[in-house]
C-alpha cells in the first residue's frame, strides 16, 4: 500500500493541565474524503490547528507526502500543499474577491499559480470578482473562504466547519462543490457537526471524544458503534 498523504502519529497537545489530544493518530489517503466528528471540545479544531501549523503539538509527529513537517511553520505547510478554512471566515473587508484571492496565489501556491477570476468562476462567485466581502451572503462567504484554500494549489484541503449556519440547501450546494472539488484530485478533510453533511460526503470518519480518537472506520460502521453512541448521547 502506497504511503498515506498525511500521517499523524501519535499527537499530544495540551493548554495548561487540559489535554486537547491525547496521542491521537490518523492517516489520510491521496484522493480520500475524511470526515472528522465528535462532541463539542473533543478536540476536533486543535487537531485542525496543529495539521496545518497554527499549533505546536507537545509530543507527536506530523508528515505530510513522506515529510515530516512536525516543526514547519504555517506559511511552509501552505507551499507543501496543506490548506485549510476557517469556521467563521476571515476576508480581507477591504480588498475585492479577486484581491483577496490573489494574497495566498501569490505567497503560498506551488507550481503555477491559479488564476483568481477562473477560481471564482469555478465556485460560482465570478460575478462578484471586483465585491468587497460585504457585499456576499452567508454561503458565498463559506464558498469565498474555500477558494482562498484553493488559490495555493493544495493537495490537501482541511475544510473547519464549512457549512455552519448554512440552510439545508445551501448544505446540498456545497456538498456538491466539495465532492466536485475531490473527483478533481484535492484531498478532502472535513471537520463538521452536521451528521447528514459529513455522512453523505465522507468515505471514513474519524471520531474524536475528550481528545482521544474513539473510533475510525466507515460511515455506517459508525453509527453503529456503541462508544460513540455513548460520546453523543452520554448513553
Do not use: W
Not at 38 to 63: D, M, Q, V, W
Not at 223 to 229: Q, T
Amino acid at each position: 500500500m502506497s504511503e498515506p498523504l498525511l500521517r499523524v502519529e501519535h499527537i499530544t497537545k495540551r493548554f495548561g493541565g487540559f489535554v486537547a489530544l491525547n496521542d491521537v493518530s490518523i492517516e489520510v489517503r491521496e484522493g480520500e474524503r475524511l470526515g472528522v466528528i465528535g462532541p463539542n471540545g473533543a478536540g476536533k479544531s486543535t487537531l485542525t490547528n496543529c495539521i496545518s501549523g497554527l499549533l505546536r503539538p507537545e509530543s507527536g509527529r506530523i508528515f505530510f507526502a513522506g515529510d515530516d513537517v512536525t516543526h514547519l511553520p504555517a506559511h511552509r505547510r501552505a507551499r507543501a500543499g496543506i490548506a485549510r478554512s476557517f469556521q467563521l471566515p476571515r476576508p480581507f473587508r477591504t480588498m475585492t474577491l479577486a484581491q483577496n484571492l490573489a494574497i495566498p496565489r501569490d505567497y503560498a501556491a506551488r507550481g503555477d499559480a491559479p488564476d483568481p477570476r477562473a477560481l471564482l468562476d469555478r465556485l460560482g462567485l465570478g460575478a462578484k470578482a471586483d465585491s468587497l466581502p460585504g457585499a456576499l451572503t452567508q454561503i458565498e462567504l463559506r464558498k469565498l473562504e474555500l477558494a482562498r484554500a484553493l488559490a495555493a494549489q493544495p493537495r490537501l484541503v482541511i475544510c473547519d466547519e464549512a457549512m455552519a449556519g448554512l440552510s439545508h440547501a445551501e448544505i446540498d450546494e456545497m456538498l456538491v462543490l466539495l465532492l466536485q472539488l475531490n473527483e478533481d484530485g484535492i484531498t478532502i478533510l472535513m471537520i463538521e457537526h452536521i451528521m447528514r453533511a459529513v455522512m453523505r460526503f465522507s468515505q471514513r470518519i474519524i471520531v474524536l471524544d475528550a481528545g482521544r480518537k474513539i473510533a475510525d472506520g466507515p460511515p455506517e460502521a459508525i453509527l453503529r458503534d456503541a462508544e460513540v453512541e455513548r460520546a453523543y448521547l452520554g448513553a
